[in-house]
């Protein structure tokens, strides 16, 4: 009999690993802080790549599902100058192999997919411990508990399920992004819809920039980018929302009205999201009926990678469970080894897409990239 499987958290990774479980005939039960799926906004668009993200959906059994959801057009890049001036401008022609859909649409999709009653909600952890055998008790807020022979921390950055492996925790990577949201900007905010076209947009100068994306709906979703220690964000009263976006639109002054207005005409408060990390090469040594995948394993400054990662991982991660189903510890072993090392990549490689992006050649080496030099 297979081992049953305890996954928390209810993100992208911890769904497709009750999906690929499910598929290969393995019991698996989410334990979900949130109250339901529409507790909270799932974050903007998201790319998923042939060999990670697309991989994972196609284990799923969900294809032609997440080919649904796929948003045409979005594909397309620009990059700017502060004054407005178009550097580069790649059309989405069709041909790239990372389609953009809605993160919130792309995890409903998942949870559609899964048994009724896998995912249960209203489940906060406040604590995890050994049993010894390889055996866990997770507890949750409202004093209930499960036991578990398998369990699987899919619970994000401040991962409850992490310290039973290691000691590591997230550190602030140098750079936080401010989040804001223009809606239905082809009509309310035209000039702002124009600039950032029909896909994504970066203008950057060193330490700083605009970067949004032009969402479903009309929506231009910005995450405002600036190189600062954190003394200086909490000095900002993020409650005040006229005196918040005040604040982050006076480091871009000077810059065209069309991109500050991405920050100062915003249709809802801006949102602080600061930047931690693991180690890069963060890893564990094997420790009976516990693991991690995603953000609790190897959270990383973003890197376009993360959420691919996050459900290749739970794919993987699957596939050596369902490859032997009466020896799960060699099936982890298995599992971790092969995680690690493309985890420190990922991380690494994230670590120097920041530097071309926030550094000092930028955007002039993020040009070359895109355009292939």
């Known amino acids: 009999m297979p081992t049953p499987v305890t996954i928390v958290g209810a993100g992208l990774g911890g769904l497709t690993l009750a999906r690929v479980l499910h598929l290969h005939g393995i019991e698996a039960t989410v334990y979900e802080a949130e109250a339901s799926p529409t507790a909270r906004g799932q974050g903007g668009m998201l790319d ?57 649409e792309l995890r409903g999709m998942l949870i559609d ?40 921390g899919a619970d994000g950055a401040w991962s409850r399920v992490r310290p039973l492996l290691s000691d590591a925790t997230p550190t602030y990577a140098g750079r936080s992004f401010v989040e ?20 994504s947009l970066s203008a950057l100068t060193p330490g700083k920039g605009i970067q949004a994306h032009h969402e479903s709906g009309g929506t231009l979703h910005t995450y405002v980018a600036l190189s600062k220690p954190l003394a200086w964000f909490a000095e900002i009263d993020f409650t005040d929302p006229v005196a ?21 005409d915003s249709d809802t408060p801006p949102v602080l999201r600061p930047l931690n990390a693991l180690p890069a090469d963060h890893r564990w040594d094997r420790t009976p009926g516990v693991t991690l995948l995603g953000d609790a394993a190897h959270l990383a400054v973003p890197n376009g990678e ?3 990662l996050a459900m290749y991982d739970a794919t993987e991660l699957a596939t050596a469970l369902a490859a032997h189903p009466h020896a799960p510890e060699t099936a982890l072993t298995a599992y971790e080894q092969a995680m690690f090392p493309r985890s420190t990549t990922a991380a690494r490689d994230g670590e120097d897409l920041q530097n071309l992006l926030f550094g000092p050649d930028t955007p002039r080496g993020l040009i070359r990239m895109l355009a292939g030099k």
């Open 306 to 308: 993360g959420a691919n």
């Open 244 to 264: 918040s976006t005040a604040a982050v639109a006076a480091e871009f002054r000077g810059w065209s009205p069309e991109l500050t207005s991405l920050i100062t």
């Open 180 to 199: 804001t949201y223009l809606y239905d900007a082809g009509t309310r905010h035209p000039a702002s819809a124009k600039v950032v076209g029909g896909g």
């Open 48 to 104: 998923l790549h042939e060999g990670t993200g697309q991989a994972a959906v196609e284990a799923a059994g969900l294809t032609a599902e997440f080919r649904a959801l796929v948003l045409a057009g979005r594909q397309a890049t620009r990059v700017v100058a502060p004054d407005g001036t178009v550097l580069l401008d790649q059309p989405d022609d069709g041909t790239g192999g990372r389609p953009e859909v809605q993160r919130g």
């Open 113 to 152: 997919a899964l048994p009724p009653g896998t995912v249960r909600w209203g489940h906060k952890v406040s604590g995890v411990r050994s049993l010894g055998g390889g055996r866990h008790e997770v507890v949750f807020a409202d004093a209930t508990s499960v036991t578990t022979d398998l369990l699987v």
